[in-house]
Every structure is written in C-alpha cells, then in structure tokens.
C-alpha cells in the first residue's frame, strides 16, 4: 500500500491509484534552491550589463530618446526569470546547472512566460522584506514537498531536473 509519510527512496514507484509519479511527492533541495539562486545573481549581473550596453546604443542611435529604455532596468532580474523559466528548458540557468526545473506540480507541465515572471516578482519581493522571506521560508520547511510560498501562491514547484 502507497504511504505519503514514506522516505523518498521508498517513492519510486508511483503510487498505484496513478500511472506515472505526481510531481509533489518529488522534492527538491533548498540547499539547491539556494545555490542556484546565488549563480542567477550573477547571470542577472550580466544579464543587466548586456541590457546597459544595448540600451545605451539604442539610445545613441535614436538621438537619447532611447535612454527612456533604462526604466525597464529594476525589472532585469524578472526578465530574466520570465525568460528562462517560461522557456523550453523550465528554468534559468543557475537551476539548470543545479539540476532543478520549474513546473506546474499536478501535471508537470511547462510555466508560461507571464506565470514565471510573477514568480519571480513574488520571490523579490518577498527577498527584499525580512518578515516576508522568513515567512516564505518557512513554508519551505515544514512542508515535506519543500515548496516555498510564493510556490504555493502561483502553483509552481520546483523538482530535480530530469
């Protein structure tokens, strides 16, 4: 008989009510979470110099009314999330090379573009206030599944690559 309390070695096969694994009973690391996040720091970092770069000639060609595109610069690091994590590989870069993926837990489908910007949002605005990032955290904790609030807010998990 399939017990949710069991050990995730015992979780291998899937459970006998469903053909394949549900992607909740596969959980990833926050220790991988976290890692990954400290790579994408500086992947954003470049992420932004190139954007710098792009707009800065933008602007030079188009006599500085292009200058106006160094609004959109605050946002980079949800461009960046939005585009990676709302591509085809289903993550940014700092989670891929830590093997992890963004999906959506009940049928492991791929996150849309506009879903994984508003997570990305979420997890900084939650980053930015103390209060708010011990709170996600310890959703993360206490939760067997390791998902985090903002994960649990949009409906998102984040699971070993495979």
């Known amino acids: 008989m399939y017990d949710p309390r069991s050990t995730y070695a015992d979780r291998t096969a899937p459970p006998p009510f ?8 596969v959980r990833a690391s926050l220790g991988a979470r976290t890692v990954a996040y400290l790579l994408d720091i500086l992947f ?13 000639v933008v602007g030079l060609v188009t006599f ?13 690091g949800i461009i960046y999330s939005a585009i990676t994590v709302g591509g085809s590989r289903q993550s940014t ?8 993926r963004v999906v959506a837990p009940e049928s492991g489908r791929p996150v849309d573009f506009v879903t994984a910007a508003v997570h990305a949002l979420l997890f900084y605005v939650a980053v930015s206030t103390f209060l708010l990032w011990c709170v996600d955290v310890a ?5 067997s599944d390791r998902r985090l609030g903002h994960d649990l807010l949009l409906g998102l998990a984040v699971v070993p690559a495979r």
């Open 44 to 56: 954003i970092f470049g992420f932004t110099a190139f954007l710098t770069l792009l707009i800065t």
């Open 139 to 143: 959703f993360g904790l206490v939760r």
């Open 64 to 76: 500085g009314l292009g200058w106006t595109l160094f609004a959109v610069l605050p946002a980079s």
């Open 93 to 100: 870069i700092g989670q891929r090379m830590m093997g992890l």
């Open 18 to 25: 469903m053909g394949t694994l549900p992607v909740p009973y």
